[in-house]
């Protein structure tokens, strides 16, 4: 039987995935909700030609959103603090409860 060589560890490193299981290697990505927050604590800056998709995107929708243009205020909106629950559903939810039992419980005797 011939002995199992040994690897050099460099070499093990190097079979490991350089993110953690259960992530999809893009662990360098800046998130476009930090990008927005980060946006609304400083001046409104137009970015140059050469930066990224991503700092154009939120410069084009935060510049939007200051003009009060509809889709761009509301993207913004969202983005930051989350949607706004449909008012139609939050009808039919309140509809479909049957009853509500009020317990009262009385420790004053």
């Known amino acids: 039987m011939k002995p199992k060589k040994k690897m050099h560890p460099n070499s093990l490193a190097n ?45 084009s ?15 913004a909106w969202e983005r930051i603090e989350g949607k706004v629950p449909d008012k139609h559903e939050i009808e039919a939810t309140v509809k479909s409860i049957s009853f509500i039992e009020v317990v009262i419980d009385d420790h004053s005797h």
């Open 15 to 59: 079979l490991k995935p350089p993110y953690k299981p259960g992530e999809n290697g893009h662990q360098h990505a800046y998130p476009l909700k930090e990008r927005f927050l980060h946006a609304l604590d400083h001046p409104l800056k137009k970015p140059k030609d050469d930066d990224c998709a991503g700092a154009h995107l939120v410069y």
């Open 61 to 75: 929708t935060l510049e939007g959103a200051i003009l009060r243009e509809p889709t761009p205020f509301k993207e």
